[in-house]
Structures are given as C-alpha cells and as structure tokens.
C-alpha cells in the first residue's frame, strides 16, 4: 500500500522540478524577490507540490510502518510544511504581485488540488 504514494511522491517530485527547469545550485535562495508567479505544471493545481510530495513520501512511510514514531514525523511534518507554505503565501500576498497571488489561491490547493462543483 505504501509503495504507490512512494511512487507518487516520487513523480510528483521530478514533475514539479521539470516545470522549474533551473539548475539546482540556483533552490536555496532563501530570500529571493520573486520575478513572476508559477502557475503552470504542477503549480497549476497545487499551490506547493513540492511539499505535497514530501506529504506523499511521510504518508508512504506512515502506512509501511505504522509506529508512533513514524505517526508523530508524519504530523510533525504536516505542522510543519503548512506553517512554511503559510510563510511563502504570505510573502507572496505582500510582493508585487500580490493580487494576482491572490486570485491564484482561489483556484488552485495548498497541498491538494481544488476540485470545483458545476453546482455551486
């Protein structure tokens, strides 16, 4: 059962990184002025898929190895990937392109993507 959200996680990896196309030495500008919002490629549905995976990855481990342990990481890691996500929204929201940054988190997910009713 683990090993399809292991491979899940592990696409949506290399899914995410082919919409990024930039080298890697280039990821960890931590404080970076954004030059435009991403909204295509796996950013079109999820707002933060690389964390999405990571999810993914600790949901695999969670059921391989259903421990305390293994079921404090997992919550651990969601507390801690959502307070991040909120982080990188926030400085979003207040950058340039705040409304547009806006507009893109009524349509699309945090870490799921948004389905939308014909009903509503």
């Known amino acids: 059962m683990s090993v399809p959200f292991s491979v899940a996680s592990i696409a949506l990896i290399f899914y995410t990184l082919g919409t990024h196309r930039i080298p890697i030495s280039l990821w960890h500008q ?26 993914l990855g600790l949901l695999g481990a969670l059921i391989f190895c259903p ?22 929204e926030r400085r979003l929201s207040e950058s ?17 993507p948004r389905f939308y009713s014909p009903l509503r």
């Open 30 to 55: 931590e404080n970076d002025a954004p030059v435009h919002i991403v909204t295509y490629g796996a950013y079109s549905r999820i707002r933060h898929p690389f964390y999405a995976s990571f999810i």
């Open 67 to 88: 421990h305390y342990g293994t079921l404090y990481t997992f919550l651990h890691g969601l507390v801690v990937l959502n307070i991040t996500a909120a982080k990188e």
């Open 96 to 112: 340039e392109f705040g409304a547009e940054y806006q507009e893109y988190i009524q349509r699309t997910g945090r870490f799921l």
